[in-house]
């Protein structure tokens, strides 16, 4: 699966737009970009995911560059609630052996404040 | 439904106990995961199984863990004898059937090991 690349942390003040960056050079054109997040004492939560368009569902937005080597995750309006680790993965569509397998990095950790 | 439901949440044990973890997985899903979590290593996967079987057990640490699925409802991970560096939050997750979001995973709430 391709590397990616993420801050550690990042802070963001209530309500405004979070703008978490991810890098992923090396990507394949096969592969997926999927976001998930860990809030504290909780278990992984998949926010969403994309190939090469950009995609929106009811927690987030997702772009990708045109070129595929980097994506945004953006918290419209974020809350108290949204602060976690946000985990950025790259890795093959699901028909491919072995692509349901996650790789987790280190993550970014995101802090709202009030 | 009610999501993946691992239990027990807490464990706390002695060296050289047996340990079980165990997993229900969400109804209708294919694929069962079993990940372990520390502060030095962050987010491992330990083994995956499909339709019940193990497919990748290569992130297992060593012999003293074990992974079954007899049926599609129910895993366990077991680690016999336990020791003091085992100690980390195991989370199970399932993914899988129907949905065509077919390859996105949920995770359960976790158990917290502590090995004395």
């Known amino acids: 699966d391709a590397k990616t690349t993420q801050p550690p942390s990042m802070d963001c003040a209530e309500g405004r737009a979070a703008n978490l960056p991810c890098n992923h050079s090396?990507?394949?054109?096969?592969?997926?970009v999927y976001w998930y997040r860990q809030i504290h004492s909780q278990g992984p939560q998949y926010i969403i995911h994309?190939?090469?368009n950009n995609e929106t569902n009811e927690m987030a937005s997702l772009i990708i560059t045109e070129d595929r080597k980097s994506s945004t995750l953006i918290l419209p309006h974020a809350t108290l609630r949204d602060t976690a680790v946000y985990y950025c993965?790259?890795?093959?569509?699901?028909?491919?052996?072995?692509?349901?397998?996650?790789?987790f990095g280190q993550g970014t950790r995101l802090t709202i404040n009030p | 439904d009610a999501g993946v439901i691992q239990s027990p949440r807490h464990e706390v044990t002695e060296m050289g106990q047996e340990v079980t973890l165990r997993c229900k997985p969400i109804?209708?899903?294919?694929?069962l995961f079993w990940y372990r979590q520390t502060m030095m290593r962050g987010l491992e996967l330990l083994i995956y199984?499909?339709?019940?079987?193990?497919?990748?057990d290569s992130g297992m640490p060593e012999d003293r863990f074990s992974a079954k699925m007899p049926n599609a409802s129910f895993s366990t991970l077991k680690i016999q004898p336990s020791e003091p560096r085992d100690s980390a939050v195991y989370f199970c997750?399932?993914?899988?059937?129907?949905?065509?979001?077919?390859?996105?995973?949920?995770f359960g709430a976790g158990t917290r090991l502590s090995v004395l």
């Open positions: 109804s209708g899903h294919d694929y």
């Open positions: 199984f499909n339709n019940n079987v193990p497919i990748d």
């Open positions: 090396t990507i394949s054109g096969n592969e997926y």
């Open positions: 997750a399932s993914g899988g059937g129907l949905s065509l979001a077919k390859n996105i995973q949920y």
């Open positions: 994309g190939l090469k």
């Open positions: 993965i790259v890795r093959a569509g699901p028909i491919i052996q072995g692509a349901q397998k996650l790789v």
